[in-house]
């Protein structure tokens, strides 16, 4: 048992890595502030993540309350938004320069990191389980390590093995990514308080579930998530993974991961949780539809309704490596010559500016989006009012933000017939209201919503839809991961529910 002050280093390295992406990861992606806040030191990392939706401020919110004589380490933390494989220099230099300042915080009696879980980086494609063994082999075997993890992690036992605890959020939109800092912070606080080490249980499924199935608010998650709360009241921590399905290495997959103080606990309820997942295997499924029947079908709700219907253009999502610049969804709405509808975030900095300097009012003529090279899309051409320029600093209120300023980069929304588009000059997902609000778009009074978004914008936009539908136009983010081209995962892992088992190819030798 550990007494008086104790030290804990706080740090964190996140990424969320879509293998197949064609949106390269950069240093300079680390280092902007846009839906991430830059690379933070020390102090910084405080005074940039103590408030909204962050499991730091999560963490030492319940550190201040419950042990306010404890001393927090603030070390570094470093994000950027989800796209291919991080550079191996740039995950070196990252994890580097987190482990010095873990070093000159020692002696610790805790580690706490703020994680993502599904990272890959060229030459450690298990990067969580690189930076949990670093941070291990530097603090050695009697410091606490525990990490907080988003759901689409792809857990790997190495991960589990240099670390002491891996507490994930429970919702998908992430709206409980605070509350998880806060039961990170208590399952560290019952380890350094009881002297204990927890027994450990992770249990891996044999099939991809596709993003835009994985939604806490439709089954079977929603039952999923239901019994896992009951199953915690026998263990320290439960948590599920269903898993980033982009990512091209073997523990690409669903996992259920238990901790308790003793190893029957732990296994009992991973195993009865890993059952209950394989048990619904076929129920991960939906309606998904091609562009054209998805804005017929809007239209057809939308006459006999004053919301507007949403509809989720799921692969183009930016969240999930998307380029968010696809022009798919908008040539359909232009084509079924589609009034009071609006489509965002664009990502596309040449039409912003363009926008900018021509001025609201003026009309000029585009080839808008379509740059990224993702199969199947091109720019659109035509001609585009420009009804509003704007700096694209917005202060995001919804459920997942909760009150965060978000950088989206200079906008505009370009009206084409009765479609506006809501174009900005940084890759953020739609998934705050506030965004359409930004570029002069009241959302409530729009027909139809097209959202370049899987599942996040549920969480702010649901209460006001007539109804939501998922569409599948061209994108980074297969709906449907059999389509992408894997080389890696486990074999014999089912490419989607029920779906066909993968074989590695045999190399020619
Ligand atoms: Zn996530």
Same mark, same amino acid.
């Given at each position: 048992?550990?007494?008086?002050?104790?030290?804990?280093?706080?740090?964190?390295?996140?990424?969320?890595?879509?293998?197949?992406?064609?949106?390269?990861?950069?240093?300079?992606?680390?280092?902007?502030?846009?839906?991430?806040?830059?690379?933070?030191?020390?102090?910084?990392?405080?005074?940039? &993540?103590?408030?909204?939706?962050?499991?730091?401020?999560?963490?030492?919110?319940?550190?201040?309350?419950?042990?306010?004589?404890?001393?927090?380490?603030?070390?570094?933390?470093?994000?950027?938004?989800?796209?291919?494989?991080?550079?191996?220099?740039?995950?070196?230099?990252?994890?580097?320069?987190?482990?010095?300042?873990?070093?000159?915080?020692?002696?610790?009696?805790?580690?706490?990191?703020?994680?993502?879980?599904?990272?890959?980086?060229?030459?450690?494609?298990?990067?969580?389980?690189?930076? !949990?063994?670093?941070?291990?082999?530097?603090?050695?075997?009697?410091?606490?390590?525990?990490?907080?993890?988003?759901?689409?992690?792809?857990?790997?036992?190495?991960?589990?093995?240099?670390?002491?605890?891996?507490?994930?959020?429970?919702?998908?939109?992430?709206?409980?990514?605070?509350?998880?800092?806060?039961?990170?912070?208590?399952?560290?606080?019952?380890?350094? &308080?009881?002297?204990?080490?927890?027994?450990?249980? &992770?249990?891996?499924?044999?099939?991809?579930?596709?993003?835009?199935?994985?939604?806490?608010?439709?089954?079977?998650?929603?039952?999923?998530?239901?019994?896992?709360?009951?199953?915690?009241?026998?263990?320290?921590?439960?948590?599920?993974?269903?898993?980033?399905?982009?990512?091209?290495?073997?523990?690409?997959?669903?996992?259920?991961?238990?901790?308790?103080?003793?190893?029957?606990?732990?296994?009992?309820?991973?195993?009865? &949780?890993?059952?209950?997942?394989?048990?619904?295997?076929?129920?991960?499924?939906?309606?998904?539809?091609?562009?054209?029947?998805?804005?017929?079908?809007?239209?057809?709700?939308?006459?006999?309704?004053?919301?507007?219907?949403?509809?989720?253009?799921?692969?183009?999502?930016?969240?999930?490596?998307?380029?968010?610049?696809?022009?798919?969804?908008?040539?359909?709405?232009?084509?079924?010559?589609?009034?009071?509808?609006?489509?965002?975030?664009?990502?596309?900095?040449?039409?912003?500016?363009?926008?900018?300097?021509?001025?609201?009012?003026?009309?000029?003529?585009?080839?808008?989006?379509?740059?990224?090279?993702?199969?199947?899309?091109?720019?659109?051409?035509?001609?585009?009012?420009?009804?509003?320029?704007?700096?694209?600093?917005?202060?995001?209120?919804?459920?997942?933000?909760?009150?965060?300023?978000?950088?989206?980069?200079?906008?505009?929304?370009?009206?084409?017939?009765?479609?506006?588009?809501?174009?900005?000059?940084?890759?953020?997902?739609?998934?705050?209201?506030?965004?359409?609000?930004?570029?002069?778009?009241?959302?409530?009074?729009?027909?139809?919503?097209?959202?370049?978004?899987?599942?996040?914008?549920?969480?702010?936009?649901?209460?006001?839809?007539?109804?939501?539908? !998922?569409?599948?136009?061209?994108?980074?983010?297969?709906?449907?991961?059999?389509?992408?081209?894997?080389?890696?995962?486990?074999?014999?892992?089912?490419?989607?529910?029920?779906?066909?088992?993968?074989?590695?190819?045999?190399?020619?030798?």
């Amino acid at each position: 048992m550990k007494k008086g002050t104790l030290k804990i280093a706080i740090g964190g390295f996140i990424h969320e890595t879509n293998t197949f992406s064609p949106i390269p990861t950069t240093m300079a992606d680390f280092m902007n502030d846009g839906e991430c806040p830059g690379i933070l030191r020390g102090e910084e990392v405080i005074h940039r &993540l103590n408030g909204g939706n962050e499991s730091v401020a999560g963490f030492l919110s319940s550190l201040y309350k419950l042990q306010p004589d404890w001393l927090p380490m603030a070390t570094l933390w470093a994000g950027a938004a989800p796209s291919a494989a991080v550079p191996r220099s740039v995950f070196e230099q990252i994890l580097e320069e987190l482990v010095t300042r873990i070093k000159d915080a020692m002696p610790l009696d805790g580690v706490y990191l703020d994680l993502h879980g599904a990272m890959f980086s060229e030459g450690y494609p298990d990067a969580e389980g690189e930076i !949990l063994y670093r941070v291990r082999q530097l603090v050695g075997p009697d410091v606490a390590i525990v990490a907080s993890l988003d759901p689409h992690a792809n857990v790997s036992p190495q991960m589990v093995e240099y670390s002491d605890g891996l507490i994930a959020y429970r919702t998908y939109p992430h709206v409980d990514v605070a509350e998880t800092g806060s039961r990170a912070f208590q399952f560290l606080e019952h380890m350094l &308080l009881t002297g204990s080490k927890p027994s450990k249980s &992770l249990r891996q499924a044999d099939f991809l579930i596709p993003a835009v199935f994985q939604p806490t608010s439709i089954a079977p998650n929603d039952k999923i998530l239901e019994h896992m709360l009951a199953l915690e009241s026998n263990v320290l921590s439960i948590s599920y993974c269903p898993c980033f399905p982009a990512s091209d290495f073997p523990h690409c997959r669903p996992a259920v991961l238990a901790y308790a103080d003793d190893q029957e606990a732990a296994s009992c309820a991973a195993d009865t &949780l890993a059952e209950l997942v394989q048990r619904h295997e076929g129920d991960f499924v939906g309606r998904l539809y091609q562009p054209g029947e998805a804005v017929a079908e809007a239209l057809r709700i939308a006459a006999d309704e004053s919301r507007p219907v949403i509809i989720a253009d799921v692969q183009d999502n930016p969240g999930a490596g998307g380029s968010s610049d696809t022009t798919g969804m908008l040539r359909t709405l232009i084509a079924a010559k589609c009034n009071d509808a609006a489509i965002g975030l664009l990502f596309d900095p040449a039409a912003a500016a363009a926008a900018h300097q021509a001025g609201e009012g003026a009309e000029i003529r585009l080839a808008l989006g379509g740059k990224s090279g993702v199969e199947g899309d091109t720019p659109l051409e035509g001609n585009f009012i420009v009804e509003k320029i704007s700096d694209g600093a917005v202060f995001a209120t919804g459920p997942i933000f909760c009150g965060v300023d978000v950088a989206l980069g200079l906008m505009a929304c370009l009206r084409i017939g009765g479609v506006r588009v809501v174009v900005s000059s940084n890759r953020v997902q739609m998934l705050d209201t506030s965004f359409f609000r930004a570029a002069g778009i009241a959302p409530e009074q729009q027909n139809i919503l097209v959202v370049k978004s899987t599942a996040h914008f549920r969480a702010d936009f649901a209460p006001l839809a007539a109804d939501i539908l !998922l569409a599948a136009a061209p994108g980074a983010m297969p709906a449907d991961p059999t389509g992408l081209p894997w080389r890696n995962l486990a074999p014999g892992i089912r490419t989607r529910p029920l779906g066909p088992p993968f074989h590695p190819i045999a190399s020619i030798t």
